[in-house]
């Protein structure tokens, strides 16, 4: 025993016993989640007014910290696995991920090389090859084919490690002192994890060039803008490194189309990464395959298993084609981490595949999904929540004083208050916000008013605490977002979603009408 | 139901039955640890022929699963769990950051700001000031004193974090354009990460400066040295701008003198981020605060809970002065993030703090560990650690064959094989290995057959599964680290490991001596 006469912090029995005390808590936490508010209705500083000013010197008992944990910490989480959780996008947990992340944590290995825990290691490539096969990848990306997969925190790493690869990759033959001329290209639908990326990489803040995209195109990339900015840049003596693509993105599920950016990226050398961080997952599906297409002529590919493939945070799938462009600008060797197995070439040693030098073994949770559902199963969750997103999609635009502001493409429906339904219906309401501005101006002032009220729909009902949804604004529409994809959620969740999306709307509009 | 007939991926009751069941699995397998080597003993490619090459179609049952991960994953992992686990440095598990990791899992929460779970960032706000407080960082590193503790998964990203926000602070300056005249400093016997961390952040090769260190200053960084190589760096028109000092470097834990580094930084403007990744755990004992003094000239510390605080990994506590600095480099405010709390700015929004944006709510681990073991025992684990690396110190400092290489620290020892032993006792195995070189020769030529003869001790160590160690060579000179630190390990462990050591050693030498 670790220390005399105390029980050892790993005690077997007592992990056990605690252990199934903690099982049971999360079960009923699971049970009781409806009756949360979705949204956290706390306000700033509230657990510091709760909690002591430093640690206790003395053990506490574990039914002390849960009492806790339910009393303190649950008011103030915002719950992702509600089923009444709309938000950004899901975070979608499952048995099989749970169990996983169970295992891995019991293990607790540091499998940053081969050696230090060869499972690690191998179960990852395993998986990441299964996977890529489910998406149909080309070859060319799993180890099958020369390529490969590593398992990332986020995508933000994903992106990070391979524009590093990309800008090394540049560097070793125009020299470091040129790192100055170095250009990337997104749109401005990108995520701003790429931005950060940059930032991070050193590439020039005036060097990160962003393509505009409009409404009449849905908000994807277009081909012909990238090749113009890319050959002003490089008559400017830019040299162009890296394209980040995108299939979903955040604001509106966007999707760039692969092909066309491919090849035009492909002119200049550029790397391509593309980031499916959220419509990765359904691409598993047949029917959906087609949004990746063209996926052959980027460099690598990215989806987060921990948003929509019940797959606990954090597990971001990549893969590359030329890992070697990784690993050479990620590889350490110190003498302290020499083994024969690296040296015999024989073994991947992930360390060298990302940022950090410890992981964690990710691979266990997305076997264990893997194999808990299979593929049919998988398929069978996600086309539920397609098939709700359509079923929300229908109250929408059954209602006329709705609309549904982009079309959908996955399980994410954009929608919002319509200014026709405004102007033709609730003139008094627009006259109301605008004071003395006449109805019919359209001026942008009339676009801020309209985006006002939409911004307060989401605010009311999100307040209700029944459900939990987000916004973005797009070609300056304020738009809310309706993102199923909560494993819990059920099609009654999703009617009764629109019940309190109509309720809110119904007291905004009528109590502003009413006053006049 | 997500689908129809089949069973939710979360329902509570599956949730329960299964849970219990991977419980009692790691219960079990932290009860028979000791029957399985230490080190995996499999070969390269081992699971490939044991998995099939594609994930089922047909969903599994978590019965199969568990016995497929007992037959085929077990054999392949090197138990960093194990008692007889003295290699590398610890991940040293225990209930309660098991029981945090899968509240956190549970919840499965995506707090990046405040508001997408205000608990999640509350909670670790509080308890990085508790254990700062515990560590007796100055208070400017607290929140309570306008400085801030933040969790990161690794050093690897606190360093990166730290060192873009140097870079940046001081390009804010001079101008994007000057990036390749900026340098960044350290010692020979920093971590590897830093150099990774440098190239990342795009740090010009040539810019990245290796003060030497030497065996008679036990390894540790040279003010006088550092500040040298600073004047002239300055004096060829370069900008310093970062350095890294260790308490505890990986190779021998060695310590930099951080108070005189801090006053060398000090008169450059530099940023100085101290690396406490294994030592700074017990830094919370009075008796070992010490190594830190200095700590108040440095602008960052960090130290791995996941390594010797039994927080389950990933879990690196990292404390900034300035957290203006951080979030300047690493801030973004994309829309679809826009909410009321952070407009307040009466809120911490944590994605602004690290490289990723999505993260998991890893404060609930280290605050279970807090409670659970309280200050107290927290010290006693650490200190029985210690005890028990002074218990191996004492055998090796017994055995005239053996010797100490540098002054242990903490709880870890780096011994060898003396070269002294070899060659008064045992010069037939040196002229065998040595062929027609007399034995008397001090050539590197020499110390190459003692590290020879080192690393043979060490492959036999680990190849008999008892326990498992790692080495390192510092001043050229292989040497065995004896890293105690795991959670299960007790005074017999040692006593079996020294056995083990003993008996190997008797094998090699005797081996040899036979032979003439």
Redesign the interface.
Known sequence: ????A?T?????????R???M??????????NIEKYPV??Q?E?????KR?P????????S?E??LGD?QE??????????SPNYFA?FP??????G??G???A??????GFN???????T??E??VM???G??LRLPKSFLFSGNGGGVLQ?????AI?CTL?AA??RTLRIIG??N??KLVVYCSDQT???F??AA????????NFKVIPTTLSSSFSMSPKALRNTITADVEAGLVPIFLLATVGT??TTAVDPLGPLCDVAKDYGMWVHVDAAYAGSICICPEFRHFIDGVEGANSFSFNA?KWF?T???CCCLWVKDPTALTQ??S??????KNK?TE?K??VDYKDWQ????R?FRS?KLW?V????????LR??LR??VKMAKLFQGFVEADERFEVVVPRNFATLCFRISPSALTTNNNAILSEINGSRRISDTSPKKMVTENELNNKLMDSINRSGRVYM????VGGIFLL?FAVGA????ESHVIEAWNVVKQQADIILNSHHSEF
């Open positions: 025993m670790a220390n005399g105390t050892n912090p790993l005690d077997p029995e007592e992990f056990r605690q252990g199934h903690v099982i049971d808590f999360i079960a009923d936490y699971y049970k949204l956290s706390v700033p500083g509230y657990l510091k909690l000013t430093s640690a206790p010197f003395y053990p506490e574990i002390t910290i944990v303190h910490i649950v008011p103030g989480i915002t719950h992702w696995q950004y975070s979608s947990g499952s048995i099989a749970f169990l992340e169970m295992l944590t019991g293990f607790n290995v540091v081969w050696m230090s825990s060869p499972a690690a191998e179960l490539s395993i090859d299964w996977l096969q489910m925190g986020t995508t933000c790493e990070l590093v800008r090394d470091n002192e790192i100055g995520h701003c994890a931005k950060k930032q991070i990489a050193g590439i020039h803040p005036d955040t604001s921990h019940f606990t945070l954090d600008s990620l350490t060797d110190p003498e302290y981490l197995a015999s024989q073994v940022l950090a030098l410890s964690r266990l264990l893997l194999r808990s559902y299979g593929v049919e199963k069978g969750f539920s929540h987000t916004h973005s604004v977002r494993s819990l959620t059920e």
